[in-house]
């Protein structure tokens, strides 16, 4: 794993990264010391990570806060989905929340977030969520794939959408004629 020292004070935390690292993947997420001590001294009823992944920072988040009722995650990365979704029902599965802890994964951008809160619980657009994380950027884990589009070190398609599955064109391109 090429988990390296990160670029601020924080003590890097080797143990705390392998722990929550994709074990499939190969794949820690970014600055998770950082985003656990923003979230450190908050009580979290409701939480959304709107950039889930492969839901390493969703875990930690979940793990380190027991009180937590609502967890959504989101991700346009269709590819990732299901392992991310295993993650979190496993973590539930060992019942630290005691049974009290709704979680949701959706696959869609994070623009939509409103719809989608209002289908989980309509209240939610009322009242909110306590926080939210975005993990903006593309993962490392479309890069080093040189088949997602998203590499310019190996051979494959350019084609950069991070849910490869939707078709839909932007809206100032034209279909190419044939």
């Known amino acids: 794993m090429g988990i390296s020292s990160l670029r601020s004070p924080s003590e890097f935390d080797r143990a705390l990264y392998c722990r929550y690292a994709d074990p499939v993947r190969d794949h820690a997420p970014v600055m998770l010391g950082e985003v656990l001590d923003a979230f450190r001294s908050l009580r979290l009823r409701s939480f959304v990570n709107c950039t889930l992944g492969t839901a390493g920072h969703s875990v930690a988040i979940v793990d380190a806060h027991p009180e937590l009722e609502l967890f959504m995650g989101m991700d346009m990365d269709a590819s ?11 973590l539930l599965a060992v019942d630290s929340h005691e049974s009290k802890l709704k979680a949701y994964t959706h696959v ?19 009242v909110g969520v306590n926080d939210i994380l975005m993990d903006l950027g593309i993962s490392s884990m479309q890069v080093d794939d040189s088949t997602r589009g998203f590499s310019v070190q190996g051979d494959g398609p350019l084609d950069m959408r991070m849910n490869p599955q939707d078709i839909r064109q932007c809206e100032f391109c034209t279909p190419a004629v044939k």
């Open 108 to 126: 869609r951008n994070f623009k939509y977030i409103k719809s989608v809160l209002g289908g989980v619980d309509e209240n939610l657009l009322d």
């Open 80 to 90: 990732i989905h299901d392992q991310a979704r295993a993650r979190i029902e496993k």
